[in-house]
């Protein structure tokens, strides 16, 4: 029998809840049916009615001026995990990731169907899913979109347990009401069909996640990675504003050129190589999309690599044995090329107040987002950003290690102050270029920082430094407390010196 439908006033959810078996229907209650913003529903005496929207009474409250000064609107610059776990540090975020990763359950969906990488996409879609209570609905959902295949098995294992997804026949379908399942189903099944085309192949579904799957499939079926995100958020009934740093239908790939002239292809092979056996490169070129802001760049399909890659393993590296000197774009003949930024990025740049450059891989995760053209300008002359703020990692990895705080901050300066970002004034074309602070304003680290922090030298660089301490003074790792305290603090003083005239 179907539970009936209870309202859940934290969440702003009506969903119905169910603990029984799959076959299940629940009209007059979605999770499409997105939280309205900006308005509460009345009733009959044109009071806010209390329910399920009650948890934005008090927001509707307040004036704009209290708003604006409790909350302030963010452009956070982050790929992979490394910014998953301060992601509730914003209230009101656009978060722009990457399209590049070429390891994992992606490089498979690359290697077989082409398209822009999806996996740190999904991984930030599946940590911004409103947290709902066990066994509902929204739980359920989140449960499959969630699962990853298992790795340590035969490919006719991992096949089949797919075959029971793709089916509808799998317990991961429990507590999911019909109108969502059928529709995520839908997208299983094309991603299924499109597998089929190219059965010649042979997709191994081993480690694959459910999730990439169904944006993959999303991607492919509206030819729109922006559209894919969309539903994506629409069916998990969250109102995250996730942008893909580049709009297109084409593999995107990224190399790295070292200061011993060696070059690097691929994000696997710069951060994180997997031992394999030696394949061919399949490339097949596409039809020229002239929508495409990487027109000319072809189709890349990868050869089968780091499927199996765990990001757990990123902790043992062997060192690259010369530094990272510039990252850049490749199309499918490997020729360098110089894409387009999401429109929408460069707009969040020109509206938002803090600019956050997020914990993670800085030259696969927040250098790609920045080597684009136009971005270099997007930051330094923005009117609204008052604070442009890197967050440190607490150790080094294969990409900096030997780093120091002030070889991150070059390294991003360098990338953004490339000459093909750069506009040209003056007798002859000189270049002008944008200091340091144009770029960072504010370094944030954590006490007893593995990578060595010389504050005066930074500060001489014009970038302020703060460092924070958990309770315990161990941490190791950002959390949101701590980068929520820590912008907090750098806004407060920022006003403050404005008041002073400093």
């Not at 990868?302 to 199996?308: D, S, V, W």
């Not at 660089?461 to 929520?484: I, K, Y």
Request: contains cysteine; glycine residues 8%; charged residues 20%.
């Amino acid at each position: 029998m179907l539970g009936r439908a209870q309202n859940d006033a934290s969440y702003g959810l009506t969903l119905p809840v169910s603990r029984q078996g799959p076959g299940l229907d629940s009209p007059g209650s979605s999770v499409f049916d997105l939280p309205i913003q900006g308005t509460a529903p009345k009733t009959a005496d044109n009071t806010p009615s209390p329910g399920r929207h009650a948890s934005h009474q008090q927001e509707l409250q307040q004036s704009p001026d209290d708003v604006q000064e409790t909350s302030p609107s963010f452009v956070v610059i982050s790929g992979g995990t490394g910014g998953n776990a301060i992601c509730s540090a914003f209230d009101n975020a656009t978060y722009v990731l990457p399209v590049s990763d070429d390891g994992g359950s992606s490089s498979e969906i690359i290697r077989v169907l082409g398209g822009p990488s999806i996996g740190d996409i999904r991984s930030r879609l599946i940590r911004l899913i409103p947290y709902a209570p066990p066994n509902s609905p929204l739980d359920a959902i989140r449960r499959l979109l969630a699962y990853r295949l298992p790795a340590r098995c035969s490919e006719r294992e991992a096949r089949e347990e797919w075959r029971e997804i793709v089916e509808g026949r799998s317990r991961l379908w429990i507590g999911i009401p019909n109108d969502r399942k059928e529709t995520i189903r839908g997208f299983l099944v094309y991603f299924e069909s499109e597998l089929l085309k190219r059965a010649h192949k042979n997709f191994d579904f081993r480690n694959g996640s459910i999730g990439n799957y169904f944006l993959a499939a999303a991607q492919e079926f509206f030819r729109s990675l922006p559209s894919a995100v969309f539903l994506f958020s629409s069916i998990t009934n969250s109102q995250a504003n996730i942008l893909p740093v580049i709009v297109t239908n084409h593999t995107v790939t990224i190399a790295a050129e070292l200061e011993d002239g060696r070059r690097l292809v691929g994000q696997c092979e710069i951060s994180h190589p997997v031992p394999q056996d030696p394949a061919p490169v399949d490339i097949t070129i596409c039809e020229s999309d002239p929508l495409s802001p990487v027109d000319g760049m072809g189709e890349f399909i990868a050869q089968r690599q780091n499927m199996m890659f765990e990001s757990a393993s990123k902790a043992d590296f062997e060192p690259l044995g010369s530094r990272i000197s510039r990252l850049f774009y490749i199309n499918a003949y490997g020729i360098e090329i110089h894409p387009s930024p999401n429109q929408d990025y460069l707009s969040a740049l020109a509206s938002k107040d803090v600019l956050v450059y997020s914990c993670g891989s800085l030259w696969t995760s927040i250098i790609p987002c920045l080597a684009l053209r136009g971005v270099a300008a997007g930051i330094a002359r923005s009117s609204s950003l008052r604070a442009k703020i890197l967050l440190l990692n607490f150790n080094n990895d294969r990409e900096t290690d030997g780093y120091t705080a002030a070889d991150y901050i070059q390294a991003m300066v360098r990338t953004l102050n490339a000459s093909y970002q750069t506009l040209s004034y003056g007798l002859g074309n000189a270049n002008t270029t944008y200091p340091i602070s144009a770029f960072v304003t504010h370094l944030v680290y954590l006490r007893g920082s593995k990578v060595l922090v010389d504050v005066e030298h930074i500060h001489r660089l014009g970038v302020r430094c703060t460092e924070l301490a958990s309770e315990d003074g161990h941490a190791t790792s950002f959390n949101a407390d701590l980068v929520r305290g820590a912008i907090k603090e750098i806004l407060l003083e920022m006003e403050e010196g404005l008041a002073r005239g400093i």
